[in-house]
């Protein structure tokens, strides 16, 4: 595992449109489009490419946040408050708020995916963090982060995670 330099400086830079943030373990990749201080809705926007066996950490919620998925190229499987089904290039799946939802790639071919989140603010930094904790090493097998590496933050995280 590896650590960044306790003496370095602090990363300060704000993020912008078109960075990159990857998950080796859960095999995603985003591109931010469109950051939430940029537009008057609050929204994030992303281009997700999951990779042929990528899945979200699992079941999760967000109690206040609308998500949306449009399908560019390949297609997901999404559970929706326990409806599973498959979207293709050119379909949408909406994830109201407080709807129980997860979703994976079981094709043989890469995902792309177009998601929006209202409001986005905190969701960019979840994924800054989640993200990052994979890269240094510091989540299980399912991408989960292990509670000293999250600390208290984590602690209004569930099994079935519920999240920003």
């Known amino acids: ?22 998950n080796p373990v859960t095999r995603e990749r985003a591109v931010a ?29 967000h109690p206040s946040l609308h998500e949306c998925f449009t399908i560019v190229q390949g297609e997901l499987t999404v559970v929706r408050d326990g409806r599973q089904s498959t979207q293709r290039a050119g379909e949408r ?15 043989a071919t890469d995902a792309i995916v177009r998601v929006e989140i209202t409001p986005g603010e905190r969701f960019v930094h979840l994924i800054e963090t989640t993200f990052g904790l994979a890269r240094e090493g510091h ?8 509670p000293t590496a999250i600390g208290t933050h984590g602690a209004g995280v569930l099994r079935r995670h519920r999240v920003p």
Do not use: Y
Request: no cysteine; proline share 11%; net charge negative.
């Open 1 to 22: 595992m590896s650590h960044p330099d306790a003496f370095a400086p602090a990363d300060r830079r704000p993020i912008e449109p078109g960075e990159v943030f990857e």
């Open 33 to 61: 489009l469109e950051l939430p201080w940029q537009n008057p809705q609050g929204r994030a926007v992303a281009e997700l490419t999951a990779l042929p066996g990528a899945r979200v950490l699992g079941e999760h919620l």
């Open 93 to 107: 799946a909406d994830i109201e708020p407080g709807m129980w939802h997860d979703w994976w790639n079981e094709a």
């Open 139 to 146: 989540v299980n097998a399912k991408g989960d982060a292990e």
